[in-house]
């Protein structure tokens, strides 16, 4: 299975605990780490989730493989049923652990209650009744979640409380999950068709590419702000850069001049959303831990 979306979650906790140390002046290892392995392990779940799915509403052929290294591992039999639940299961179990040793660690019943939330909408995204990733809303629950929520819940566990510099860089890791999100429904616009009803299905599959302009603007005004209130004139060009290269040069550019869906889209472009995820989280991340060292 394919490992490497896990940091969809894993990363913005990552990058955001190590802002909020930056403001405060302290860093818990401990919470770091614990609520890392968590939110990643929930990551896995969902993607493991929405393999099974695909295997058993046969929702892949040899003509919607992305090529991925480990992407329809099930469907193209890498792995059985079986292997898959029982991968299911040890995510869970690895997640859920952690989870529960932070609840011990903080006293915190809120906390326990969001980690089973969490865990719900990992396995319903793709499994049960009610499973949302057939409809439009998507996107935005997959941003609220993996990386609003996490990043600040993240925050909340290095300070104790929430601030308005934290909201704005939840912010921005929710705008970054839904730019992956919404890159891989565009992609898969012609394979959805009559399976799912995703956002560009609802919108037009032009439409859901130049909606990437008003949300990335969106994106640049919160760093902005960010920058002239708490960051380093340094942290702040660092961000901007990482933007625009693997934001802009390497993926919109050419993606916002696509005009139809092609057999290869989601090949070419579905990995570049999460390149801008994994060097903006990493590189920030890093950047703020220089200052507390």
């Known amino acids: 299975m394919e490992l490497r979306t896990g940091f969809a979650t894993g990363l913005p906790i990552f990058s955001t605990s190590l802002f909020a140390s930056f403001l405060t002046g302290r860093l818990n290892v401990l919470y770091l780490v614990l609520f890392f392995i968590c ?15 695909a295997f058993m509403k046969n929702e892949e052929s040899e ?12 469907v193209r039999g890498d792995a059985t049923f079986l292997d898959a639940c029982l991968v299911l299961l040890a995510w869970i179990a690895l997640g859920g652990l952690t989870g529960l040793a932070l609840v011990y660690l903080t006293k915190s019943l809120g906390l326990f209650l969001l980690g089973l939330l969490g865990l719900l909408a990992a ?9 949302y990733i057939v409809l439009p809303i998507g996107e935005l629950v997959s941003g609220l979640l993996v990386g609003g929520l996490s ?21 921005i890791c929710m705008m970054l999950t839904v730019f992956l999100m919404s ?11 009559g399976v799912r009803k995703t956002l560009p299905h609802i919108i037009g599959f032009r439409n859901s590419i130049l909606l990437m302009i008003p949300e990335g603007i969106l994106v640049l005004i919160t760093w902005s702000y960010l920058s002239f209130s708490v960051l380093l004139w ?6 901007f850069i990482i933007f625009f290269i693997q934001g802009y040069l390497r993926w919109l550019k050419d993606y916002l001049k696509i005009q139809k869906v092609y057999p290869e889209m989601g090949r070419d472009f579905g990995p570049r959303p999460l390149l801008l995820i994994r060097s903006f989280h990493f590189i920030m991340g890093l950047s703020f831990l220089i200052t507390i060292l």
């Open 183 to 193: 890159t891989n429904n565009t992609g898969d616009y012609d394979k959805d068709q």
């Open 63 to 74: 003509e919607t493989f992305t090529g991925h290294l480990g992407s329809e591992g099930l």
């Open 123 to 131: 396995i319903t995204y793709s499994l049960g009744p009610f499973a």
């Open 234 to 239: 340094w942290q702040s060009l660092i961000g």
């Open 39 to 53: 939110g990643f392990s929930f990551n896995i779940v969902a993607n493991v989730a929405n393999e099974i799915r």
């Open 151 to 171: 990043s600040l819940v993240a925050f909340w566990l290095q300070t104790g409380t929430l601030t308005k510099e934290a909201y704005l860089y939840a912010f």
